[in-house]
């Protein structure tokens, strides 16, 4: 085991099954972390307050930003989302790898914080794979995923700026990918 634990964020764009991915990584991996974000946006059904996000108001999200609870925040899709330091801290502190699933925007404010972060970037197999995915889901209007599809390029931009890239043709795989690097960084 690493002399130290890391931190290891999970992103790519929107629709690319990050939460999928991380659901199944955390079944096989007991002894990660995962950092629950908060947001302002609303609850989809089935979603549960502390479990899927910590669902806040505007108020308070933004008060919780001018006090530094924050490692990471950023305005996405007209909402606020954002990764609660004290939690990500605290975990690392006791030695525990964390996973944070995150917008790419977020990841690289991690990484200028964290540079010892591994940014992993998830990206789709085809972007006409991408849209059937949000199609699929069913949780956003026509207009949503418009909004979406329009900020893929950026989104698929900013793989280069990852350490590594993973992609989501088949979840198993992506799981035993992800599972590889950090068993390697485990190793050092």
Known sequence: MASKASLYVISGPSGVGKGTVCKALLAR?????YSVSATTRSRRPGE????????????EFLRRVEA???L???????????????????????GRDVILEIDTNGALQVKKLMPDAKLVFLEPPSEQELLHRLVGRETESPEEIA???????YEMSQKEYYDYAVVNDEVERA?????????????E
Request: proline share 2%; charged share 30%.
């Open 29 to 33: 991996e007991k002894s990660l972390a």
């Open 48 to 59: 549960i307050d502390g479990v899927h996000y910590y669902f806040l108001s505007k108020e």
């Open 68 to 70: 530094g609870e924050f």
């Open 72 to 94: 990471e925040w950023a305005t996405v899709y007209d909402n606020y989302y954002g990764t609660l330091r004290p939690f990500v801290l605290e975990q690392l502190e006791h």
């Open 147 to 153: 909004k979406r599809q329009q900020c893929l390029a």
């Open 175 to 187: 799981v035993d990918e992800i599972r590889q690097i950090i068993a390697r960084r485990r190793s």
